[in-house]
Each structure stands twice: as C-alpha cells, then as structure tokens.
C-alpha cells in the first residue's frame, strides 16, 4: 500500500504562509472527504490538526486550513510561528476500508 | 479528559508474539472506533488496523493482515493488538488512536524491538 505524496521539506519565515500538498488517487484522496492532517514534534504522538478535509478540532488555530482538488488535499499554515515547526503527515481513507497516510513533511521556520 | 495509555512494548527475537495493550479513559470507549497506528524509527507513520465499536469489524493494512488481531474489551474499556510471526520490518513505535473524523486522541506510543 504505497503512501500518499507530499514534499519533504516546505519553510518560510514567520508571518508567512506555507502550503504543504497531498497527492494521492481516485480511490483515497480523490474519492473520499476523509482527509486529516497531522502534526508530530519528535519524540510525541502526532497531534490532529484538520479532519474531514477542512474542519479544525476545538483549540486548533484558524491559522491552520484544509482543501482539496482532485486527487490532491493540501494544508495551508498562515501567519507561520515558530511553534509550528515540526513533521506534518497527511492522512485519507482509501478502498476497501483501509486508511494510507503521507510520506510526512519537515517544515522549518527561518 | 481523553486519555489512552498503552503498555506492552519489548524486545521480542524474529518469529515471536507480543500483545499490546491500550487503555481508555474519560469518554464512552464502547462508542468509538479505534486503530493502531506504528511509526518505525526515522519513518513515517504507517496506519496498521482499525476495530468497529463492537468489534466485530475489523481491518488490517497489508503489511500485518494475517499476523496482527486487533481485539477490545468494552466492559474494560481496552483496546489490544496481538503481533506474531514478528519480522525486523515490525520494529516501531505502535500508537493507538481514536478514530472520529480523523485519529483524534493519540496514545503515548510503545516501542517494539525485532532483534535476535
């Protein structure tokens, strides 16, 4: 089951904003709304940023936004903080009832 | 507030078992879905097995199907994953997570080590 395609590294500096895309098929990111996004610092449990392709939990910042065109999901951090430095892993459903996560993206705030 | 807590990581040799556990607190475990999730070191993560409410659905990615159960207790609120036939490929950390629109609530993570 191959992962999801994101880019490896994305960075900008504070007060900018980042968008980090999410490439998979016709039958997970292109077919299904279940897209979520995660953030992992190292050494802690990922944390759920953006569920259902564009909906934030309680307490995530509305700096934090999801879409998706396509076969492709992306996240968008605007007004980049330090504090948002860290690994992001996109996730979706996909056929017969599995879910395949992305291969993760470093994001570095200069 | 929503915890989940695991325990049962170990060193284990190549071709044994191990089962992990992961108990749930401060919501209605018996109303949600939940998964395992593993992350092998320096690596993504790797979504591994989701369990139905009642468990009697359940799914397993490719990469385990046959030698991982997923299994849960609800009058104990506890959700476990029995691993056999362990291959250097299965050494990670193991993650359990509630499932509601996405993986909500994380446990800790728990390591399992494949080594001779």
């Known amino acids: 089951q191959s992962a999801l395609t994101q880019p490896p590294s994305v960075s900008g500096s504070p007060g900018q904003s980042v968008t980090i895309s999410c490439t998979g098929t016709?039958?997970?990111?292109?077919?299904?709304?279940?897209v979520s996004w995660y953030r992992q610092a190292p050494g802690t449990a990922p944390k759920l940023l953006i569920y259902?392709?564009?909906n934030r939990p309680s307490g995530v910042p509305d700096r934090f936004s999801g879409s998706k065109s396509g076969n492709t999901a992306s996240l968008t951090i605007s007004g980049l903080q330090a504090e948002d430095e860290g690994y992001y892993y996109c996730?979706?459903?996909?056929?017969?009832?599995?879910?395949?996560f992305g291969s993760g993206t470093k994001v570095t705030v200069l | 507030q929503v915890q989940l807590v695991q325990s049962g990581g170990a060193l284990v040799k190549p071709g044994g078992s191990l089962t992990l556990s992961c108990a749930a607190s401060?919501?209605?475990?018996?109303?949600?879905?939940m998964s395992w999730i593993r992350q092998a070191p320096g690596k993504g993560l790797e979504w591994i097995s989701y369990?139905?409410?009642?468990?009697?659905?359940?799914y397993y990615a490719d990469s385990v199907r046959g030698r991982f159960t997923v299994s849960r207790d609800n009058a104990k609120n506890s959700l476990h994953l029995q691993l056999n036939s362990l291959g250097g490929e299965d050494t990670a950390v193991y993650f359990c997570?509630?499932?509601?629109?996405?993986?909500?609530?994380w446990g800790q993570g728990t390591l399992v080590t494949v080594s001779s």
């Open positions: 997570a509630r499932l509601r629109g996405g993986f909500d609530y």
């Open positions: 401060g919501f209605a475990f018996s109303d949600y879905y």
């Open positions: 369990i139905g409410s009642d468990g009697k659905t359940k």
């Open positions: 016709s039958s997970d990111v292109g077919s299904y709304y279940r």
């Open positions: 259902e392709v564009d």
């Open positions: 996730n979706s459903y996909r056929d017969s009832y599995t879910y395949v």
